[in-house]
């Protein structure tokens, strides 16, 4: 399968996209418990009550999409996309910014995905998740103060996963 965003594919490599968002969704469950729980200082205390509730959130998106997947047919996967550690709150914040970017950007394919085939059910569920992954990116951009930045279409990512990040030094500059 290439790269480019398409809407016409097979229920096995549906199943197989679900199973990569569903590592990332174990990702955002990781990042927002160890972050809510690090993030340190006057500034930041808001924003670490808020990762802590966006945490139990994630959780609920890992079985709605495990559960999409069992319904599909397939075996939901059990490992989650790596998750960085660090002391600094701007680098925790950023990186759970970037994470949510991508995960828009993929499930606003998958919505497509789901509805070329007709799984309706699907997509209303992605439907649902998605309003939420907004709801964190808007978090996220308030406590970095920067305006929220575009979603990540799966198709300007690298083949290794990672975006390319040359976008970034604009996307954080500070809101004016
Ligand atoms: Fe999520
Ligand atoms: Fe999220």
């Known amino acids: 399968m290439n790269n480019e965003p398409t ?92 994470n949510e970017r991508v995960t828009v950007g993929r499930y606003r394919e998958r919505i497509r995905q789901a509805e070329a085939l007709g799984e309706y059910g699907l997509s209303e569920t992605l439907r649902a998740i998605i309003v939420q992954e907004q709801d964190h990116e808007i978090d996220l951009s308030a406590a970095l103060g920067i305006n929220v930045p575009p979603p990540i279409k799966p198709a300007e990512r690298k083949n290794d996963g990672s975006n390319d990040g040359n976008q970034l030094k604009d996307l954080y500059a500070p809101r004016r």
């Open 7 to 98: 809407s016409n594919i097979s229920r096995a490599e549906l199943i197989e996209l679900l199973n990569e968002d569903l590592a990332g969704e174990y990702q955002a469950i990781i990042a927002y418990t160890v972050y809510s729980q690090v993030l340190k200082g006057a500034a930041y205390t808001d924003i670490a009550r808020e990762l802590e509730i966006h945490a139990g959130e994630e959780l609920a998106h890992a079985i709605k999409i495990a559960k999409q997947i069992d319904y599909l047919g397939g075996m939901p996967a059990v490992t989650p996309k790596p998750v960085i550690t660090s002391n600094d709150p701007v680098v925790m914040l950023r990186a759970d910014l970037e």
